[in-house]
């Protein structure tokens, strides 16, 4: 089983493969064109699907990971992200 600090220094990984697009329609979060597919194939399986509100929930459970002192007894914002998607990730980066 992985510790805190393997399933942070894994959240790392991940998270640095998020990017922000400034486009025409504002701010949004992207997958890097350079990360490998299993990033897309964790957030599919982790949220379900890959639109916009999913990569924002991820972003967030992914930041809060890293800061965290303890992954299982994180304070996650509700308002950003449902905390089954964070339940979700953890699992995911567990396994992982």
Do not use: R
């Not at 992985?2 to 486009?23: M, P, R, S, T, V």
């Not at 194939?41 to 002192?69: F, N, P, R």
Request: net charge negative; with cysteine; proline share 2%.
């Amino acid at each position: 089983m992985a510790d805190n600090k393997d399933i942070k220094n894994y959240a790392g990984q991940i998270f640095e493969h998020f990017d922000f697009d400034f486009g025409d329609s504002g701010m949004e979060i992207v997958i890097s064109s350079a990360a490998p597919p299993e990033i897309l194939d964790m957030v599919i399986k982790v949220c379900g699907s890959t639109d916009q509100e999913c990569l924002v929930q991820i972003y967030e459970a992914l930041g809060t990971l890293i800061e965290s002192d303890d992954v299982e007894c994180s304070e996650i914002d509700e308002k950003v992200c449902e905390i089954g998607i964070y339940c979700n990730l953890l699992d995911w980066l567990k396994k992982n």
